[in-house]
Nanobody, 123 residues
Protein backbone atom coordinates (compact mmCIF):
# COMPACT_ATOMS: atom_id res chain seq x y z
CA UNK A 1 0.00 0.00 0.00
CA UNK A 2 1.09 3.59 -0.63
CA UNK A 3 0.54 6.56 1.68
CA UNK A 4 -0.39 9.93 0.20
CA UNK A 5 -0.23 13.51 1.56
CA UNK A 6 -1.60 16.44 -0.46
CA UNK A 7 -0.61 20.09 -0.23
CA UNK A 8 -1.04 23.31 -2.17
CA UNK A 9 -4.73 24.03 -1.81
CA UNK A 10 -6.06 27.47 -0.98
CA UNK A 11 -8.23 30.38 -2.00
CA UNK A 12 -7.84 31.88 -5.48
CA UNK A 13 -9.86 34.21 -7.66
CA UNK A 14 -11.57 32.99 -10.79
CA UNK A 15 -9.10 32.88 -13.66
CA UNK A 16 -6.19 32.22 -11.34
CA UNK A 17 -3.92 29.22 -10.92
CA UNK A 18 -2.93 26.75 -8.23
CA UNK A 19 -0.56 23.82 -8.15
CA UNK A 20 -1.41 20.85 -5.98
CA UNK A 21 1.27 18.45 -4.82
CA UNK A 22 1.04 14.94 -3.44
CA UNK A 23 3.90 13.24 -1.61
CA UNK A 24 3.84 9.45 -1.72
CA UNK A 25 5.55 6.93 0.53
CA UNK A 26 5.43 3.21 1.02
CA UNK A 27 5.56 0.80 -1.88
CA UNK A 28 7.22 1.71 -5.18
CA UNK A 29 5.47 4.85 -6.33
CA UNK A 30 6.77 4.62 -9.88
CA UNK A 31 4.76 1.43 -10.51
CA UNK A 32 1.41 2.97 -9.63
CA UNK A 33 -1.13 4.68 -11.78
CA UNK A 34 -2.10 7.76 -9.77
CA UNK A 35 -4.60 10.51 -10.08
CA UNK A 36 -6.71 13.27 -8.64
CA UNK A 37 -10.36 13.27 -7.66
CA UNK A 38 -12.44 16.05 -6.15
CA UNK A 39 -15.57 16.39 -4.07
CA UNK A 40 -17.66 19.55 -4.00
CA UNK A 41 -20.12 20.26 -1.16
CA UNK A 42 -23.22 18.12 -1.51
CA UNK A 43 -21.82 16.20 -4.47
CA UNK A 44 -20.19 12.82 -5.00
CA UNK A 45 -16.45 12.49 -5.45
CA UNK A 46 -15.52 12.71 -9.12
CA UNK A 47 -12.58 11.85 -11.31
CA UNK A 48 -10.35 14.76 -12.35
CA UNK A 49 -7.21 13.31 -13.95
CA UNK A 50 -4.94 10.27 -13.95
CA UNK A 51 -1.44 9.40 -15.08
CA UNK A 52 0.00 5.93 -15.56
CA UNK A 53 3.44 4.69 -14.64
CA UNK A 54 4.50 5.32 -18.26
CA UNK A 55 3.17 8.89 -18.31
CA UNK A 56 -0.08 8.43 -20.23
CA UNK A 57 -2.72 10.86 -19.03
CA UNK A 58 -6.49 11.13 -18.92
CA UNK A 59 -8.68 14.08 -17.93
CA UNK A 60 -12.29 14.72 -17.14
CA UNK A 61 -13.94 16.80 -19.84
CA UNK A 62 -14.62 19.57 -17.33
CA UNK A 63 -10.90 20.22 -16.76
CA UNK A 64 -9.38 19.26 -20.10
CA UNK A 65 -7.21 22.07 -21.46
CA UNK A 66 -7.05 23.82 -18.08
CA UNK A 67 -5.48 21.24 -15.74
CA UNK A 68 -2.24 19.30 -16.21
CA UNK A 69 -1.28 16.21 -14.24
CA UNK A 70 2.37 15.23 -13.91
CA UNK A 71 4.59 13.05 -11.78
CA UNK A 72 8.22 12.91 -10.63
CA UNK A 73 8.98 9.27 -9.87
CA UNK A 74 12.45 10.07 -8.51
CA UNK A 75 10.85 12.23 -5.82
CA UNK A 76 7.68 10.12 -5.43
CA UNK A 77 5.59 13.19 -6.17
CA UNK A 78 2.37 13.80 -8.06
CA UNK A 79 1.23 17.25 -9.21
CA UNK A 80 -1.87 18.93 -10.56
CA UNK A 81 -1.37 22.30 -12.24
CA UNK A 82 -4.72 24.08 -12.36
CA UNK A 83 -5.11 27.12 -14.62
CA UNK A 84 -8.09 29.28 -15.58
CA UNK A 85 -9.84 28.23 -12.41
CA UNK A 86 -13.61 28.60 -12.16
CA UNK A 87 -15.89 28.81 -9.11
CA UNK A 88 -17.24 25.38 -10.04
CA UNK A 89 -13.75 23.95 -9.46
CA UNK A 90 -14.23 24.60 -5.73
CA UNK A 91 -13.88 21.26 -3.95
CA UNK A 92 -11.71 19.12 -1.74
CA UNK A 93 -9.08 17.60 -4.01
CA UNK A 94 -7.80 14.10 -3.26
CA UNK A 95 -4.64 12.42 -4.43
CA UNK A 96 -5.20 8.75 -5.23
CA UNK A 97 -3.15 5.66 -6.07
CA UNK A 98 -4.71 2.81 -7.99
CA UNK A 99 -5.27 -0.48 -6.16
CA UNK A 100 -4.78 -2.08 -9.57
CA UNK A 101 -1.23 -0.66 -9.45
CA UNK A 102 -0.41 -0.40 -13.17
CA UNK A 103 -3.89 0.46 -14.40
CA UNK A 104 -6.27 3.29 -13.55
CA UNK A 105 -10.01 3.62 -13.66
CA UNK A 106 -12.45 6.43 -13.00
CA UNK A 107 -14.04 4.46 -10.17
CA UNK A 108 -13.22 5.82 -6.73
CA UNK A 109 -13.50 2.32 -5.23
CA UNK A 110 -10.29 1.35 -7.03
CA UNK A 111 -8.02 3.76 -5.16
CA UNK A 112 -6.06 4.45 -1.98
CA UNK A 113 -6.59 8.02 -0.77
CA UNK A 114 -4.85 10.98 0.75
CA UNK A 115 -6.59 13.21 3.29
CA UNK A 116 -7.54 15.89 0.77
CA UNK A 117 -6.78 19.58 0.31
CA UNK A 118 -9.36 22.35 -0.04
CA UNK A 119 -9.45 24.48 -3.18
CA UNK A 120 -11.78 27.48 -3.16
CA UNK A 121 -12.28 29.64 -6.24
CA UNK A 122 -14.02 32.96 -5.68
CA UNK A 123 -15.99 34.73 -8.40
Amino acid sequence: QVQLVESGGGLVQAGGSLRLSCAASGRTFSSYAVGWFRQAPGKEREFVAAITWSGSTDYADSVKGRFTISRDNAKSMLYLQMNSLKPEDTAVYYCAASRLIYHYTRNEDDYYWGQGTQVTVSS
